[in-house]
């Protein structure tokens, strides 16, 4: 019997890629989970929307927006487990609108913790990324590496975990902080760089990508929410920061060359220059140490690379509607 049976959670960015997967393995785990997705006229719940219908008459969807304090607070009245994953996680799009991006994840984040303070909430697991790590000065990466806002996004997770820290050191929050690196698999928009590739080498000759050199650890999406629900578990981990990663890079370049190989058609590779961010603010390398996650959470991926894409593939050769791989997505 899982120890989530029963037990009221909130996933805050319920419709997101990495959340919509999070709430069905809640789900399947016998919590009682209430979605909080942002409000659109349209009521659109994301990619739950692709959630089997059993799973989808076991949600209580709640609208709003994080950045308002009394609809974050609202919504976490009654809950034993926050995951906090809502954000804006695009850097492209951090760019061109940094406050919106800032808003959103540090004050939802400030709003996500006063809740949870005022309503005395057992756990809230604080999604972190890798990107507030920047190019790595050591490899591999460990939680004690030093944190370098490259881009306003990473800038403003940056903002956004030192708060959980200081609710945790000021006002004893029970809050965890994790911290994936490169998530992947079915769901994942074409804002990322392993869907961009796909949906190019699936439907065109050529796939435009920016800078080839850089390296990425990643993670398949089932082992990114499994790692979140042993955080909402484990004991002794409050306070802790928690890379989670697989403890392997790949350049991007080798990357495109070995979905090509999955993906079985001769596709040529090109630069195009509006993909490419500005120098200073690239990511060079990333690489996960994922020993802390191992001790700590018992957590360990267990999908492969070459799986895990074929997965993928498959995903997105059957969702041709959510792609438009002529056109670059910010």
Do not use: C
């Not at 540090?106 to 913790?113: A, E, K, Q, Y």
């Not at 990466?141 to 944190?147: T, V, W």
């Amino acid at each position: 019997m899982s120890e989530l049976v029963n037990i009221p959670v909130l996933v805050t960015g319920a419709g997101g890629f990495i959340a919509s997967h999070l709430v069905e393995r809640l789900v399947s785990e016998g919590a009682r989970v209430r979605a909080f997705v942002r409000y659109t006229a349209r009521s659109d719940i994301g990619y739950l929307r692709l959630a089997p219908p059993d799973v989808l008459s076991k949600i209580d969807f709640v609208f709003g927006d994080l950045r308002d304090e009394n609809a974050v607070a609202d919504a976490m009245r009654g809950i034993d487990i926050v995951f906090h994953l809502g954000a804006l996680i695009a850097i492209p799009y951090s760019y061109l609108h940094p406050r919106e991006v800032v808003e959103t994840n540090v004050i939802g984040t400030l709003n996500v913790l006063m809740a949870a303070r005022a309503h005395k909430t057992s756990r809230v697991i604080h999604t972190s990324t890798s990107e507030v790590y920047g190019t790595a000065l050591r490899v591999p990466i460990d939680e004690e590496h030093p944190l370098q806002g490259q881009s306003p996004y990473s800038a403003s997770k940056i903002g956004a975990d030192k708060l959980v820290e200081s609710f945790v050191r000021s006002f004893e929050v029970p809050a965890v902080t994790i911290r994936p690196f490169n998530t992947y698999g079915p769901r994942q928009s074409a804002r990322a760089v392993i869907p961009t590739i796909i949906s190019q080498a699936l439907t065109r000759d050529e796939i435009y990508l920016g800078d080839l050199t850089p390296t990425r650890d990643f993670t398949y999406v089932a082992d990114t929410a499994d790692g979140f629900v042993r955080a909402a578990l484990a004991d002794s981990v409050i306070g802790e920061t928690i890379n989670l990663g697989n403890d392997r890079e790949i350049s991007v370049g080798e990357l495109a060359q070995l979905i090509i190989q999955l993906v079985g058609r001769p596709v040529e590779l090109k630069t195009d220059p509006a993909r490419v961010r500005p120098s200073a603010s690239e990511v060079r390398r990333l690489h996960a140490d994922n020993r802390k996650a191992k001790a700590k959470l018992g957590w360990s991926p267990r999908t492969s690379f070459d799986e895990g894409l074929a997965k993928t593939i498959d995903w997105i050769r059957a969702h041709p509607e959510f792609f438009a791989p002529e056109r670059y997505t910010v």
